[in-house]
């Protein structure tokens, strides 16, 4: 039966003679006599047997008479009577649970004191419960529907994920690849957060319970005292309503609200919040108010724009030339406004982002129809978004919490596919590589802040250009010191041969013991940072001020780029140079490996684009050497950036290969009490998992490290076997196959072998091929997917060659046929001569000392290289009726049994399952293969 909803209860002024309810009208319709034919009146004699009724909605607008969040209400005539007669039952209009509530009335004490423990169920779960067509778990109090029947693995990462939110604790949760850690994480989450939303409705009905009853205590005290009658309560105030001396003796116990807890979830990249949302979608959560984060270049569907170099500035000279337009101030030639952003609304036109999922995607195909800007029309779903997707740097990265006004006190972080995070925390926070401190990107910075300046059509006000200055005059200080150091220090720089090419050298110089006095020299140190920050909010100010209506010019706007570069500059610092407020010792400085790169490059003719390098002769002739300077913040310890998750109530870190998993604690200075290994969704008569060592007993062994890729007679050889090892396992696997290397360099060489002795020619007749690093740029990229996809279901089917830690071994979802074999080539560890890994090898093992649960310098570099091999197997198998194999091509895993314990559980129980031959030669794995294959296919 169909449940009535009941409403506020008010006096209808041409019905004094019974109680009566509106029930769906607006505040101001109750005040207009003309409006009683456009509402619904109901008598006291329809309310006499109450339904269970049922909350539709608990975010409503201001000024809507909202529905009671409670089922089973009994209402006798008294009752009724009493509710009737006032006139002053007020809702909040809030967007948070209690808002659904009558609040704020001691009129209202005698409803709610009339509940019972009964009536506080909500009807939602009940529903839910009742529902046989889905599958329902109660978890720790919890109803969680899921969108089809939960694997184990996933029952236990719900149960210690409810458990976390729970009790506030924090999550380290390792799950295979394809057994669905994504749905788990949806359901469970947002279960919680609807129970929390019911528990604190009935903490505020218990509240007003108690209320009501500490109000009837004391008037009878006060009747007792004084033996005679209280006149009926006066409707002219609600202090005339309680009896003086009650109204003194009643204690200020205010009801504080506690907002439901948002759920920030973050993945690496965009691509995967696509897949979240999707899963999202198929739940029956799908109408939970989301919001994505994403920036205007993502966003964004102006042409003019995408085809700029820079589509924000662009995007800032739309806006600025559409201010204009509203003034009615006349454009220049070239001033263009964005007929997009000019076509938005206050409120978002994107009425399906209020009560469902969606994507970046289709919200840019609603701009491209309705004309308007995608990223003005996802802005307003910020505001009640109960989950919030987002990328590491958006919750990782302190400056880009504060512009989006992100909070996560009290609020859940899930960090998704976070076996990098580490990695991630220690980028955010570093100085390194194409984002280091060097000459040319501070004369960048320079060139724009001065450009900035010069195309103005009006002198910024008097605290805006001191600002610029100041901070112009800072990085001109820094630039003059690099070029210091590049021109006339000359000794204490070492060759560093393993990053130096044919026309480059680069040399190193180590600075950890001069640089805060070299810094506090140029005015860059510790305490000029705090005054450097304060020039940069007032440009950042700037970006976002509105015009001036009382201008005809734009507002002055200094260079986006200009001011991020400078941003991701002082935030180093401030990390560098924090203190430790009670000692006043640097907090973070031992926590960075600190040197100066210098960069020789010989040119063989004069550069046509003179801004590439910055160089001392202002003519150079060719073979002139060119020199570059950088200086290098290299962030060791990830918790310098990690720590500001401490203020969230619970912190998720997931992924589907976080082995060694005690390293997560220490890494990032953080305590997570719940942890859990689950295992695989497959039996292992659905996985063949195998190491080969050589194609025949005879062969040598497939070893594929630096020295056998160095020694020209090792290459010839193994490069060969290889072939022959590719080829066989293409006519025994159907379908897709997986070819996964270490680097990029390996398959150009690779490629370039088998193109002269016609090995590629011969492998085309087998199967179509895909190269993944020919491939780099997004278009061409989704382009070659496709067609991966398609071929892979003819007969022939396809090989996709990809590079460990590439994109397609880290975030792209491959289903049943696409990968029905993942064959890896080798281990992919990083360059163990390379300054940055030496750096943190030292100060993991110096960590070592005093910290055991630290990884040692020779653990982290294996750990590394592991869990992205561990991350490529996981592309093969997706659910529980999937079936595929891993074939392991190194014989180190064989030549070194520790080698096996880095690997994944489940690929570790598929190494060991008897009756097949897991390791050794092709020749004698080969027959086990195709007998795997045959019953499953």
């Known amino acids: 039966m169909p449940c009535p909803v009941l409403f506020e209860f008010v006096r209808a002024p041409d019905y004094s003679d019974c109680p009566v309810y509106y029930t769906g009208a607006s ?3 109750l005040d207009d006599s003309n409006s009683e034919e456009d509402t619904q009146i109901i008598t006291t004699a329809d309310l006499q047997d109450t339904l269970p009724i049922q909350r539709k909605s608990t975010q409503c607008q201001p000024g809507i008479v909202k529905e009671v969040c409670s089922s089973h209400l009994p209402m006798d005539h008294s009752c009724s009577q009493h509710l009737a007669e006032d006139n002053d039952l007020s809702f909040i209009s809030s967007p948070d649970l209690v808002s659904t509530l009558p609040y704020g009335g001691d009129e209202n004490d005698e409803f709610w004191e009339s509940l019972t423990q009964d009536d506080l169920n909500h009807l939602d779960q009940a529903e839910i419960n009742a529902r046989q067509d889905e599958n329902v778990y109660s978890i720790r109090g919890c109803t969680v529907v899921f969108p089809y029947v939960a694997y184990q693995s996933q029952k236990e990462m719900m149960e210690k994920l409810i458990e976390g939110v729970q009790s506030s604790q924090n999550c380290l949760l390792e799950s295979p690849t394809g057994t669905g850690k994504t749905a788990a994480l949806i359901c469970a989450l947002i279960a919680w957060q609807l129970k929390f939303q019911q528990d604190e409705e009935e903490r505020f009905v218990t509240w007003r319970k108690e209320r009501w009853a500490n109000r009837q205590a004391l008037n009878r005290t006060w009747e007792e005292g004084k033996n005679n009658t209280i006149p009926s309560p006066s409707k002219k105030s609600r202090a005339d309503e309680t009896p003086p001396k009650v109204a003194e003796k009643m204690p200020e116990n205010s009801f504080q609200e506690q907002p439901v807890p948002v759920i920030y979830y973050a993945t690496r990249t965009h691509s995967q919040i696509k897949q979240v949302v999707k899963q999202l979608s198929q739940t029956k959560y799908k109408n939970t108010p989301m919001m994505i984060l994403a920036s205007r270049k993502q966003t964004c569907i102006n042409p003019t724009a995408l085809a700029s170099e820079s589509v924000e500035n662009t995007c800032q000279k739309f806006r600025n030339a559409y201010g204009k337009v509203q003034r009615k101030v006349q454009l220049k030639e070239k001033e263009a406004t964005c007929p997009f952003y000019a076509g938005s609304l206050p409120e978002s036109s994107f009425k399906k982002g209020y009560h469902s999922t969606w994507d970046i995607e289709e919200i840019k195909l609603h701009g491209e129809e309705c004309g308007s800007c995608p990223y003005q029309e996802i802005r307003p779903f910020q505001r009640n978004a109960r989950i919030v997707f987002c990328t590491y740097n958006h919750v990782l990265s302190n400056h880009i919490r504060k512009a989006l006004k992100i909070s996560l006190s009290g609020n859940i972080v899930v960090f998704d596919e976070a076996h990098n995070i580490e990695d991630n925390c220690r980028s955010i926070a570093s100085l390194s590589g194409d984002q280091a401190l060097s000459l040319n990107k501070v004369n960048s910075i320079l060139f724009k802040f001065d450009e900035s300046m010069l195309l103005q059509e009006q002198q910024p006000p008097p605290h805006v ?4 200055t100041s901070l112009t005059m ?11 150091q590049l021109q006339t220090i000359t000794t204490g720089f070492v060759y560093i041969p393993e990053d130096s090419k044919n026309t480059e050298k680069k040399f190193k110089r180590d600075i950890s013991e001069t640089l805060i006095e070299e810094m506090v020299k140029i005015q860059f140190g510790p305490e000029e940072i705090r005054q450097h ?17 009382t201008s005809i010019s734009s507002p002055f706007i200094v260079d986006s780029d200009a001011l991020r570069a400078a941003k991701s500059i002082l935030f180093t610092f401030s990390l560098l140079f924090k203190k430790n407020p009670v000692t006043s010792e640097l907090l973070y400085f031992n926590d960075y490996a600190k040197f100066l790169i210098k960069t020789v490059k010989t040119l063989k003719k004069a550069p046509l684009n003179r801004s590439a390098f910055l160089i001392s002769s202002k003519n150079p002739e060719p073979d002139t050497e060119i020199n570059n300077i950088q200086l290098n913040l290299l962030c060791l310890n990830p918790a310098v950036v990690f720590e500001n998750m ?4 619970t912190v998720v870190v997931t992924s589907g290969t976080l082995s060694p998993k005690h390293s997560f604690a220490a890494e990032l200075n953080t305590n997570f009490q719940l942890e859990l290994s689950a295992n695989h969704v497959l039996g292992s008569d659905r996985i063949f998992s195998c190491v080969i060592n050589n194609c025949s007993r005879s062969d040598k062994r497939l070893k594929f490290n630096a020295e056998s890729l160095q020694n020209e007679l090792k290459y010839a050889d193994h490069q060969d076997q290889l072939f022959k090892i590719i080829l066989r396992v293409s006519t025994q696997i159907p379908f897709g196959i997986l070819v996964f290397v270490p680097s990029s360099t390996f398959i150009t060489r690779l490629k370039t072998e088998w193109i002269r002795n016609r090995n590629l020619e011969r492998l085309r007749k087998v199967k179509d091929l895909f190269f993944e690093h020919e491939n780099r740029h997004p278009n061409e990229f989704n382009s070659m997917m496709t067609s991966y996809r398609e071929k892979v279901e003819v007969a022939k089917g396809a090989i996709l060659f990809a590079v460990l830690r590439g994109k397609v071994s880290e975030g792209v979802d491959f289903k049943d046929n696409q990968a029905r074999a993942v064959l890896t080539i080798g281990i992919p560890f990083a360059p163990c001569t390379n300054i940055d890994i030496v750096a943190k090898e030292r100060y993991n093992s110096t960590k070592k000392m005093t910290n055991k649960s630290y990884l040692s310098g020779k653990e982290w570099y294996n750990a590394c290289a592991f869990r992205a091999l561990n991350q490529a197997f996981g592309r093969c198998v997706r659910h529980e009726k999937d079936w595929g194999a891993i ?3 190194e014989s180190r895993f064989t030549d070194y049994s520790n080698y096996r314990h880095y690997l994944s559980k489940w690929v570790q129980e598929s190494l060991g399952v008897p009756g097949r ?11 086990h293969l195709e007998r795997f294959v045959q019953k499953l296919c």
């Open 27 to 29: 505040a101001s319709m």
């Open 465 to 468: 250009q001191e600002a610029l």
């Open 474 to 484: 800072a990085f001109k200080r820094v630039f003059n010191w690099l070029e210091h």
């Open 533 to 549: 920050w304060r020039n940069y909010f007032v440009l950042e100010e700037q970006q976002f001020a509105g015009p001036d209506p």
């Open 646 to 649: 401490s203020s969230a109530r």
């Open 887 to 889: 074939i392991i091509v």
């Open 917 to 927: 031959v897991t390791n050794g030669s092709l020749d004698e794995i080969i027959p």
